[in-house]
């Protein structure tokens, strides 16, 4: 995986940086402007380019460029935050379209320069690299790279008439970096990030390959919606990609996929979302930090094909762990943040604020698996989790796939379950109060909010049904409407001992009326000590 230096300090400017982009100059009179440079006119289609990457699948794979490298090393973390679009040079700043695009600059942590053309009427032109368009110090090493040396990747900004927000101060996606972007969500926030495709993620005996987005076509807009195309390309594939984003009360975006493998890949992920759980109410070390929880996610939540709802609480492990859910035609899976509270966090770079993105499959994806890995971390800095679905398919080299689907950047999953959610997951000590707690056995909490349990008459309890890949349940258990006044707010605890080993354990557990399912299954691993 890779680690972005800083991260917390990355995402909150990509939220609150000024920024700006290019205005055209030359070619059709909605691009006219001042300042922007442009290539010459190309023809252009998403059919062109999904041909041209069937072709490329079978050529040598040369990847992007890095220019001047000696250079690019110099701009290191503290040199690239100093380096600012200037907003005259915004592209469409001018003109009928709502969204003005800026640009990320090149440095030590973003050395491959992606190719970007504006697309309009079947045609493309390259938009010229100036460091002209950037304000930086006069000592900036960035001032030593040539003319044309490309961008590390670009932004919308918010919309030039809104009512909320100044489009120089405010953007709302982002790509930056291989295949990875991001979108805020309903509460004005960046926070997980999706990408391209994942390549042998958490494979042994590989190394994880990183595809990259090397040309962008930055396409028509209409109403809230901005249109974007993309060639990927890596060792073992070349992919086309069309996106179609809308800002509303968060970010939808519709894409389309076509990729060609020249080699073969073990761990095909299509759709993979990538986050960072550090800890939670769940269980930390003691005084690891100051702070109560810190995550930009905590919880998988799934949708299958027969219908059940899943909810996989997250966890930093020990060491590298990859499950996976098997499934046909899932209806959705998503990585959410469903701990709202500001208090749980205490920290100002908005962890309560942070989107939930759920995966909408288009089209029968068939059989596979939905597949999460997680690695540990000491810090935030680092993405340690991975989400994405892993088709039954082999995916050797020759193969083509296509895939449709939809990401809904927001604060909750947009097709939110009938059914109790969890809403906690916590563990301590086994044993009860006031006896002498017993070695070796583990207590589990969990919290159901909503759904039929608002309904039960008073007087009845839901019933637990729980389950463990090993260990044994001991007599006690606790089934319980939480004491805070809130309708529908119970939770269960538990007991489980005879765990031998450091292998995890897969627990599983449902609240039930008679043959009536009354809350979503709540699926945990938990790691021994």
């Not at 004005?188 to 590989?206: F, I, K, M, N």
């Not at 959705?332 to 995966?359: A, C, I, K, M, T």
């Not at 604060?411 to 916590?426: K, S």
Request: charged content about 25%; proline content about 8%; some cysteine.
């Amino acid at each position: 995986m890779p680690k972005i230096l800083d991260r917390r300090t990355f995402c909150k400017n990509l939220a609150l940086a000024s920024t700006a982009g290019l205005a055209a100059a030359g070619g059709a009179p909605a691009l006219a402007a001042a300042g922007l440079k442009l290539g010459p006119s190309k023809p252009f289609s998403f059919d062109l380019l999904k041909a041209r990457a069937k072709t490329m699948a079978g050529e040598a794979y040369r990847g992007p460029a890095m220019p001047s490298p000696d250079v690019l090393y110099k701009i290191d973390y503290e040199a690239w935050g100093r380096i600012h679009f200037n907003d005259a040079y915004a592209l469409y700043a001018e003109g009928p379209n709502r969204f003005p695009v800026t640009f990320f600059h090149l440095g030590r942590f973003f050395k491959k320069a992606v190719d970007i053309f504006v697309a309009e009427d079947d045609t493309a032109r390259e938009i010229i690299y100036d460091p002209a368009y950037f304000d930086m110090p006069e000592n900036s090493p960035a001032k030593a790279l040539p003319k044309g040396a490309g961008f590390a990747g670009f932004r919308f900004q918010e919309a030039k008439d809104s009512p909320k927000f100044d489009w120089r101060k405010n953007d709302w996606v982002a790509f930056l970096g291989a295949s990875y972007f991001r979108a805020i969500g309903e509460l004005h926030q960046y926070g997980l990030s999706a990408r391209g495709v994942a390549v042998d993620t958490a494979v042994a005996d590989r190394n994880e390959e990183f595809p990259d987005f090397t040309q962008i076509y930055i396409g028509p807009q209409s109403g809230d919606t901005v249109t974007v195309y993309a060639l990927l390309e890596g060792p073992k594939i070349v992919g086309a990609v069309k996106f179609l984003m809308t800002r509303g009360e968060g970010v939808v975006m519709d894409i389309d996929q076509s990729y060609f493998l020249r080699g073969d890949i073990v761990r095909f992920g299509i759709a993979p979302l990538t986050s960072m759980y550090w800890f939670s109410e769940t269980e930390k070390p003691t005084a690891v930090d100051w702070r109560p929880e810190v995550h930009d996610s905590d919880g998988l939540a799934m949708w299958t094909g027969w219908g059940g709802r899943l909810w996989r609480p997250l966890n930093n492990p020990p060491h590298i762990m990859a499950s996976a859910f098997s499934d046909t035609s899932p209806k959705g899976f998503g990585l959410l943040q469903r701990d709202r509270v500001f208090d749980h966090y205490l920290d100002g770079v908005n962890y309560e604020r942070r989107p939930s993105l759920w995966v909408e499959p288009k089209g029968d994806w068939g059989k596979g698996a939905i597949h999460l890995v997680e690695l540990s971390t000491d810090d935030e800095i680092h993405d340690n989790i991975v989400v994405m679905w892993v088709p039954e398919t082999p995916a050797t080299a020759g193969s083509e796939f296509t895939f449709s689907y939809r990401l809904h950047w927001l604060a909750d999953e947009p097709y939110p379950t009938p059914l109790a959610r969890v809403v906690a997951t916590r563990l301590g000590n086994g044993g009860q109060p006031g006896q002498p707690r017993p070695k070796n056995v583990r207590k589990f909490m969990v919290e159901f909010l909503g759904g039929p349990l608002n309904d039960l008459a008073f007087g009845t309890k839901p019933e637990l049904e729980v389950e463990a890949s090993r260990g044994k349940f001991t007599d006690y258990r606790m089934i319980e409407p939480v004491p805070d006044g809130v309708a529908g707010h119970w939770r269960v605890t538990f007991d489980l001992a005879e765990v031998e080993g450091k292998d995890p354990v897969e627990l599983r557990a449902v609240l039930k009326q008679g043959d009536k399912i009354l809350s979503e299954t709540w699926m945990f691993q938990y790691h021994p000590f």
